[in-house]
């Protein structure tokens, strides 16, 4: 069972270890063929993404952050994020079928 948690964001990998988030392999981009039943992702992915994990029998945490415009596509720093009350959340996603 391995924790990965999938960012390329400095201040995200910063602000994982302020919170002693322990986590097994930190990548960048996910190959989700490497996905196992029993793994956890942590990261801010697409929700077809998030399903897939999911449906791989493996648990999906989300990076949440409420960042304000004025911060959007800039970089955060670990402080920052903490301003944003940045957190991590469980979910539980599945596609549906016919929509």
Not at 22 to 29: A, E, G, N, S, Y
Not at 37 to 50: E, F, K
Request: aromatic share 8%; charged share 20%.
């Amino acid at each position: 069972m391995t924790v990965y948690f999938i960012t390329r964001h400095p201040g995200a990998i910063a602000w994982a270890t302020q919170q002693d988030i322990k986590v097994d392999l930190q990548i960048t981009h996910l190959d989700i063929n490497n996905i196992q039943p029993g793994d956890t992702v942590i990261g801010s992915l697409p929700v077809n993404l998030a399903a897939e994990i999911c449906q791989r029998g493996a648990a999906y945490v989300h990076l949440v952050l409420n960042v304000p415009e004025y911060w959007r596509g800039k970089e955060l720093t670990a402080e920052q994020m903490i301003e944003c009350g940045a957190c991590l959340e469980g979910y539980a996603l599945k596609k549906l079928d016919g929509v």
